[in-house]
């Protein structure tokens, strides 16, 4: 595990990671263990219909029918829970990347090694995305394992799409939670500044519907290519997934030319 | 190692070559238009108080600090440009050694040599047995002096061409920094070169060749540290059996702060001066004589203490790189 610096990342991130899994695979138990109840329960959906639109577009994407596994898990899960802890997991990844080597001084001590910077960024970025799409695998597997003892049968093929989606979601927040730590070397800012521009990606894509501007904009939030096209239902959208892609290889270039130009604080 | 050697021969003579090394820190200039070299098989001890510049110059040249302007080279590579290069023949013990907490020094070890590509654990366990240093402990769990011992053992043991070392012996038992200072021989010895930064003298008086004195970011003075012994000044003290004036030793050229009193003479006068200074002596009847020789540490004050302004010598630092060769003889009898 001290092979290289992409092992040595994940394996500092090794008790992190599992803990990350654990809370998971427990959150989404939780969901499952309340299904059976909300299924009986044809009022929840009446409930969420009855909300204020605003309210209603926040928290639940698109039409949603809570009396299926589908949609109860699209309003429980997709909406607001899964991305929260992805996001929470990758930015932290992200924004600790090349600053938090610097914050315990860790950053001389490698880089007097023949590493270059470059290659510390590509490794720490590839351990970030190894990360989320671990975390995002560990969600998928608990929904559909822990969903079938509970009858709350979820299309395997449809869930892998919803969780590859959720995972790009992170690594493009990751990413630039990475490019400012790899930039500035703060890593306070490098958390910070993506974790508003995640609310208000979110609220941006979550009122489109009801707000002009917000409307005109809605494409250019990540949360748009994460959920708009409803991907436990639609599956994978190649053209949303590329976006992502590309977004996260923008951010991951400017961290490397960003590191590459400036001091290392020591 | 083979690969190193070539690097050095293509290069050229100097190990380090900085000209007119400039940081500034926004307003702040922390580093000021430093030119030096070191040449193989030197240990060049650079000096300065705390704040002078030492770090920031040691941290441009392992290419962590990007230079304002002027140039830096180790072994013909651009310290900044090819860092990546320049690691690989370099050695670093960083002034504040910052580990990672939860790796022992054994995993340590195994992670610089797998970054570095080469096989060095069998070199780090000996240097850490000599160092009496437990490879088997995290590092949270390890003393100041210990993580310093495990830094030294990082940075020896690739057997780099050159040894970049910020004040490694701070917090260091003075036993343990005799076995450093074996390890530094044997690195010279084998044709390595050292940049060696204190802000005492006696840290560096026994292993440093040349000392450079920086001062508020600029390069005050480069000296030969044998000339710096030879211009200290030895205290002279006589008392004769007769009377004697002040005129018969002051003449003696380099010979100062001639006092007389009646039968008894003190002066201080630099090694060059005591030949002439004994003959005019020993022309009278002595009944006693002494000399001793001020400790390395004062001389060296005298000359660019604190108070002293100016720019020292810009001719000495380049005299005595253009001739390694010499610089190796002088260095095997400075030690």
Redesign the interface.
Known sequence: MLANVLLKTLRDQGRTLLAWSVSLALIVATYAAIWPSVQSQPSMSDFIDQMPEAFRSLFATSSADMSTPTGYIQVELLSFMGPIAVLIYSISAGAGAIGGEEDRHTMDLLLSNPVSRGRVVLDKFAAMVLGTFLLAAVMGVSLVLEGSMVDMVLPTDKVAAAMLHLALLGVVFGSLALALSAGTGHTGLSRGVPAVLAVLAYIVNALAPLVDVFDRIQKVSPFFQYIAHDPLRQGTAWDSVLVSAGTAAVLLALAVVGFRRRDVAG | MQAAHSLGSMSGEDIVQTAGLTKRFGRTTALDGVSLTIGPGEVFGYLGPNGAGK?TTI?LL?????PTSGTAYVLGLDAWRQ???V??V???V??????????TGR?HI???A????RDDSELAARTAARLELDLDRPARTLSRGNRQKL?VV??VMSRPRLLVLDEPTSGIDPLVQQVFHAILREHTAAGGSALFSSHVLGEVERVADRIGVVRAGKLVAVERLQELAARSLHQVRARFAEEVSVAEFAGVPGVRDVRVDGRSLACSAPQAALDALLKRVSARQVEDFECSEAPLEETFLGYYGMDTAGTGRPGTDTAGTGRPGGVEAEAGHAR
């Open positions: 770090t941290r392992m290419g962590l600090l990007r860092s990546r290069e690691h690989r370099v050695g670093y960083p002034g504040e050694p910052a580990l990672y907490d939860r790796l995993q195994a992670y610089c797998h970054l570095r590509h830094a990082l940075a």
